[in-house]
């Protein structure tokens, strides 16, 4: 099980959310270089690259989390919409969310995009949720 902090607060003592299988992997792909810089002249064979200092490009991520969150139904909609305005805030207001991994000992920056799929797991407190985000710079992730 992962430890993650949601812009400073604990994910699941906060938020009921568990990091599920899937949100590691999500987190850990790398992200895919930008298209090289080429020149095709007519006076040379081939073409020229420019591969030195090569970027990443940003990507979009989705985290799986389980919810268990105590309460009737009422209460769990209240929960997951203050979630929702969280997320759609982040830490300062600015839209982007600090995603602190303990195990990783590592800080995701990402913005919310939305909810792409609950499931209720038969339990009114107990649901599985699929949370789409854009990181903007994979790069900026501190250590």
């Known amino acids: 099980m992962l430890n993650i902090m949601l812009n400073g607060r604990d994910l699941k003592e906060e938020w009921g959310l568990t990091a599920i299988k899937g949100t590691l992997g999500a987190l850990l792909t790398p992200s895919q270089p ?11 064979n081939g073409d020229v690259v420019v591969s030195r200092a090569r970027k990443v490009q940003s990507r979009t991520i989705t985290l799986l989390f389980h919810l268990n969150y105590g309460g009737d139904l009422h209460s769990i909609v209240n929960h997951l919409k203050a979630l929702e305005q969280e997320l759609l805030n982040g830490e300062s207001g600015d839209g982007m969310n600090r ?26 407190s107990r649901a599985t949720l699929r949370i789409k985000f854009f990181e903007p710079n994979p790069m900026n992730n501190a250590e």
Request: with cysteine; aromatic share 16%; charged share 15%.
């Open 34 to 44: 930008k298209t090289l810089v080429t020149n095709s002249n007519a006076a040379i």
């Open 99 to 124: 995603f602190f991994v303990q195990e990783l000992d590592t800080t995701y920056w990402l913005c919310y995009q939305g909810m792409e799929d609950y499931t209720n797991m038969g339990e009114s």
